[in-house]
């Protein structure tokens, strides 16, 4: 049974920065892509960065395009996402999310995504 762990997330004023990290155990991640997604209170969950399971390629949200960046460490069963010039309207629960089947690409889909962290708080003050 994979588990996933986000950590790193916290409350922070427009334009600062947070690193978020997400700890996979109980198996390895190294040959699947990975997603990071969050959700806002009152909203739906929405995609916002993937990442290919050797990290070749990446894809982001147009709203973080530019911003974040999604990484890997395979060696450390770790993916990351470097957050840059924080907005208040990036505030959210931020999740990890592993993807079904082997060497497939990330999407954008949920429904695309086997195994889920718990999500790590990011607050944006003004």
């Known amino acids: 049974q994979v588990q996933l762990v986000e950590s790193g997330g916290g409350l922070v004023q427009a334009g600062d920065s947070l690193k978020l990290s997400c700890a996979a155990s109980?198996?390895?991640?190294?040959?699947?892509?990975m997603a990071w997604f969050r959700q806002a209170p009152g909203r739906e969950r929405e995609f916002v960065a993937g990442?290919?399971?050797?990290?070749?390629?990446?894809s982001y949200s147009d709203s973080v395009k530019g911003r974040f960046t999604i990484s890997r460490d395979n060696a450390r069963n770790t993916v990351y996402l470097q957050m840059n010039s924080l907005k208040p309207e990036d505030t959210a629960l931020y999740y990890c999310?592993?993807?079904?089947?082997?060497?497939?690409?990330?999407?954008?889909?949920?429904?695309?995504?086997?195994?889920w962290g718990q999500g790590t708080q990011v607050t944006v003050s003004t």
């Open positions: 990442i290919t399971w050797r990290g070749g390629t990446t």
């Open positions: 109980g198996g390895s991640i190294s040959n699947r892509a």
């Open positions: 999310a592993r993807r079904a089947f082997m060497l497939r690409p990330p999407t954008s889909s949920e429904a695309d995504y086997d195994y």
